[in-house]
């Protein structure tokens, strides 16, 4: 008779009768915990049947985020295409899609009738359908696509600013735009803004926000949809979308008034960096058998300590920032909609100070973007950060920001490039920049009604996760990568990675780097490229920045026009979505340099 022991060995190597693979209904119930009643018309009582609890979703966003993350769980996109043997059916499919969302704005109190029998026939009769299977049930397929393009296009506007006009045919979009302009609205509907959408679907079972681009490349889920965007849950990268019409914006640009210039000042700033601005913070240490931990450098801001004191905002504004605006005024007759400095340029105390010192000489732009170097004086911790603030009549300056998501590794043939000297260890040959990288975030701005920008740094355009696959998923416009490296070209790193964007979704990318490090990399040049930033758009073109000897700023001049789109299942957007492209930029020389530079 085997004993107690062996006994337990045998039921401890026996399989498990556990079901590894989910079912539609039950991956509804993962979704939505609290139930899919975004109104609280039947509340959270447990003794209210399942059925009821879990009905048809009545904020569209919470149906957008269960219906797109089957279709993309199961794979069952790849059959949006139309049949070309049945395009008429497909034209009358079509059809249906637009009147079921406009029936649903019509009468936003209730799911129609069509868009609940829809939900039902999911839930019933396919709810134990297992995700694997459901490409193999047309009927269920054609279900969830149609459900999936009801949600999108009844969400049109969503994330953007809804006039008064608009609000009475999207009355949705509208209350969205509402609870993003009064926190105490978001608070009775919208809880989880800025960070998604949904009110059912927690952040940390999916995510959605607005969408700019669709992309014109692929068979994805995010060629499946015009306006919204499903993302990764938020524990994988806390994404945001953030209103910032500014009243300049709405006054200047009537949607009638395209193609229409945005105009942006790059501000290289800092002119100098010397070899004492990068310091070992921790040297390479062997530890075990064979193991070491990798060597540390630190970035020191020597470039803001001048010999009468620290470069201030106030100085920074009069003495170099608001002459080159005047500059840019000069050569195209309008202010700079926007200013941006590359990564590190300042710190969190010098940006709010510097735009505080705008806003005192009454400076209209619309937006400023930098990167700041900050250190936590209790725990020593550094962070680089990219810095957005979007000035706001009244409501003064909205500042948002956001890590670096990876950190620089500095190699030997770098360190040599920018004649570099700062570790004793002949041996060593790689050193980590010595930032902290957790609380991954990723700030979306939806600028005027029709842009929408977002930022990265440096190392972040090259890395694939986690950042590029949600900003594949939205689309922004304009992707601005800060960056301290050499100079921006063609054939270097950040054109290779700029086209990835440029092609899905079909972003414009614009990296920019500081004057200082494209000439320490210079040094070693015959024929040095002054060459601080790098344009890469969804039209093919790839145009270098250059930066003449004395100037101190070059102003871009962007053009933006319509864009046709047309998702996987053949909707159109009806030109709502916008395309940026580079038309002209002019370096910016000052008569009086500033003599702290």
Known sequence: MPSATLTAQRNFFQPLPIRCHVNIREYILHLTPGGTDAFAVYGADEMIPEMLRHACPNWPPDLFAVVASIVERSGCYTQASPDRNELAKHAIHLTNVRTLALAWNTAPGRVPNKIGHLWDTMWAIHGETELEDVCSLPALVNTLLTLFAVADETCSGMGWDVDKASAIKHPFASVAMGAMADPNEAAKLLVHLPTSFCVMVPPDRAVVLPKSLTPSVGCTV?????????????????????????????????????PYDVRVLLVPFPYTVNADCFELSFKRTPFGAGHSMPAYFRLNQRWLQLASGAVTGKKLAEELIIPLIRKAYYHSGAMPDGIVLPECALTSDLAKQLVEALEDNHVSIEFLITGVLDTDPKTGATYNRAQTFVLRKEEGAVKREHNKHHRWRLDASQVERYALDFDDDDDNSQWWEDIDIGNRQLPFFGLRKDMSITTLICEDLARADPAINTIRAVGPNLVIALLMDGPQLGARWPGRYATVLA?????????????????????????????????????????????????????????????????????SDNEVARQLKLRNMVPLFLVKQPDWI
């Open 222 to 258: 995010r060629s499946l949809s015009h306006f919204l965007a499903l993302l990764p849950p938020s524990t994988i990268l806390q994404p945001s979308w953030i209103w910032s019409t500014t009243e300049r914006a709405v006054a200047d640009r009537a949607d009638s008034q395209l």
């Open 503 to 571: 092609d899905d979704p079909g972003s414009a990318v614009l990296s920019f780097t500081c004057s200082a490090m494209v000439d320490r990399s210079n040094w070693l040049e015959s024929r040095p490229a002054r060459s601080i930033g790098l344009w890469r758009d969804a039209g093919g073109r790839t145009q270098e920045i250059a930066l003449p000897h004395d100037s101190l700023g070059v102003l871009l001049t962007l053009e933006s026009s319509k864009k046709r789109q047309t998702t996987l299942d053949g909707r």
